[in-house]
């Protein structure tokens, strides 16, 4: 997948984490790539893309971090999984994937509603033809999480 492709992604996790959520979130390592079957962390939100693009861009992380983000996004503490957490991690999720595509120049993209799972042990399976580009993200204090993505043109 082309640099071009990912640089949306990240500003787009930057600049909503920074606006919705007060923090800034910067990158914690390389990227990497991954297809077939991968453990995510706790708390999973993707989106599909569709249009001139097909593929999907996933946020996984703790669910401990989960909570201080969505927190920090509503506005309130937040310690049960419920509908407060999985609607929040979601919006998040599709704001970033919204911005991302309003970047991705000359591409028309649209999106899925996001999808938001919980538990322990989950497992994703990626194309071999179309690998995730992971990009490892940690905000101070906070914790890990991952944006990946995968995307190929139509």
Known sequence: MKSEYINPFIDATRETYETMCGVIPT???KLGM???MFATD???GIVGLSGQVRGAILMTMP???GQKVVGAFLGEEITDV???LMDGF???VNIIAGS???KLSGFKVNLAL???MTGKDQKMNGKSSAPWVVIPMTIADWGKFTIEVTMEEV
């Open 27 to 29: 990158r914690s390592g």
């Open 42 to 44: 706790e708390l999973v």
């Open 82 to 84: 419920d509908n407060d």
């Open 90 to 92: 979601g919006e998040i």
């Open 114 to 116: 996001p999808t938001v």
């Open 100 to 102: 991302a595509a309003a």
């Open 63 to 65: 669910l401990s971090l």
């Open 34 to 36: 991954r297809s077939g």
